[in-house]
């Protein structure tokens, strides 16, 4: 209950507790914490752990001078808005120019308009507290949705024009046009944070001095210990801050009642506050893109060839046949709007069927040996049609292996191929090394043929690269040698010949800096190069190590 003190309102809390005979001191206006462990150490072991303590009490603490608290309660963000769907390309058309009049709409339809973000939310329950003992900041309102984002217009169709003249092509009324594109929604706005409508306050703060006394001992005197006084926040004003501001009563012993003594305003603390912020605006949404034009295709004729611009087969199912084939010549040009009836939605470019390219190979047999004896019989040959810009010509030599012989000419729009010579192609890239180094001969290489085809080439040649490898276990290039070998001439350099065995003597190039006795480890990169005579080159590599 408030009670008078000294003349002065207080606060009397009645507990009981058991205090020995022990009297408490004021020394130089304060009261000695000696006696209070005295009488103490009487007490139950049970509440020994408190001493410490002694009579500590809870408090209402102050707030930091830097502490800041928000008021209200945030708005919520916007919803984003719904973007728009695409629009429908259009369906391709196909159109005969037969002189009638004709309108044809393939155009592509629009997208759709993106709906708008929505607003963000006003903050809340915005009541700004009246001058409390801490810096405050409203809530901040909600972000606007950003708008949705617009369809793409749809393409229009593609349309191929058949015609016979030109004139029937003003009949036409055309739109393959692509269509709009759909608007973007618009951002929403943010909403109002909550506002301070207070800016500044200053908040005061008292303190208060306790005072205690044993209620089991007669004639027992108050007394106070000037570090149990407490400071809360306060008005300043004595009766309302003995209702409302006093410390918290401490709850320690049933055998001592307290009160507490109002000392009046210590201090004062200068606070401020600041509105909420306003939600951010929403994004506006993108625009959609237009479709596009359609391709249009204007035939000068009824129908479209069937191309055919390639046929392949065995030698021996193509030998002595006239193998035909069709190639349509296309070519693009600009002035589509001319052409068609002025009220026509199209693009100025078009795509014309120039002329349809017809040709024909036969491959004919003039070696002296059939296909069979020179095991070329299953090899597949063809031919297809290309085209040099706008003119068109036969290829042959693409799909023909290079190991066979043959001649060319052309007669009109029939190109003949006679094969003259030649052999399986797999008969090139056949060499291998004979290992002899168990015959302790490190200048001699010997490579074998297995392919067996010097004479039927121009040329073959060896190119010997050599490496040595000593203490240091790296490989160093040293030197290179090379061998040639005409089919009907003797070969340049130290080649002993064997029906299709070559054996290669090296000990010019390495006798300089190479003993047979000396150790090191020799390895050859041999490269075989051979030249048909069609001047294609075939090249093989072999690696060999002593």
Known sequence: MVTIFNGEIGVTINRIVSFPNHEMVRRNGYFSIPLFFNFYQSMNKTITTLLSISFLLLSNSIASSQEVRRFGKPGNDGRNGIDGRNGRNNNDSKIIADGNSQTIDISGTNGEDATDGENGNNA????????????????????GGSGGNGGNGGNGGNATIFYTDTANLKKITLDNSGAKGGNGGRGGNGGNGCQITIPHWQVKYC???????????????WQNNPNDNKTTYCTGVQNIDAQSHTPPSPNLY????????????????????ESGKSGQNGNNGSNGNNGKYGNVWLIPRMDI???????????????GKKIDLTKNIWVNRQGLQSLLNPNSRVPNNYTYLLSTANLSYRILW??????????????????????????????????????????TKTEGNITTLRITGGFEP??????????????????????????????????????????????DGIYQERDTVVFNLPPDKFPTG???????????????????????????????????????????????EIEYER
């Open 305 to 319: 060839p069937t191309e055919n611009v390639s046929y392949s087969n065995s030698l021996a199912n193509l030998i």
């Open 494 to 540: 130290s080649v002993t010949v064997n029906n299709y065995q070559y054996t290669l003597n090296l000990g010019k190039d390495l006798f300089p800096w190479l003993k047979a006795d000396s150790g090191y480890q020799l390895k050859h990169l041999i490269t075989i190069t051979q030249t048909t005579k069609r001047g294609v080159i075939y090249q093989q």
């Open 124 to 143: 809340f329950n915005c009541e700004q507290p009246q001058n409390p003992p801490y810096f405050l900041r409203g809530a901040n309102g909600g972000n």
């Open 207 to 221: 303190e208060w001095e306790l005072w205690l006394k044993r209620t089991d001992i007669a004639d027992s005197k």
């Open 254 to 273: 049933s055998n001592v009642t307290y009160q507490w003594k109002y000392l009046g305003v210590t201090s004062t603390e200068n606070y401020s506050g």
């Open 426 to 471: 797999s008969r090139v890239e056949s060499y291998q090394v004979i290992d002899n180094n168990a015959e302790k001969k490190p200048y001699e290489l010997i490579l074998i043929d297995n392919g067996k085809v010097r004479e039927l080439l121009t040329n073959t040649k060896f190119s010997i690269t050599t490496f040595i490898k000593q203490n």
């Open 366 to 407: 003039t070696a002296k040996q059939t296909p069979t004896q020179l095991e070329i019989n299953n090899i597949e040959l063809g031919g297809e049609i290309v085209l040099d810009g706008t003119t068109p010509k036969m290829s042959l030599e693409a799909n023909i292996p290079g190991t066979i012989e043959y001649q």
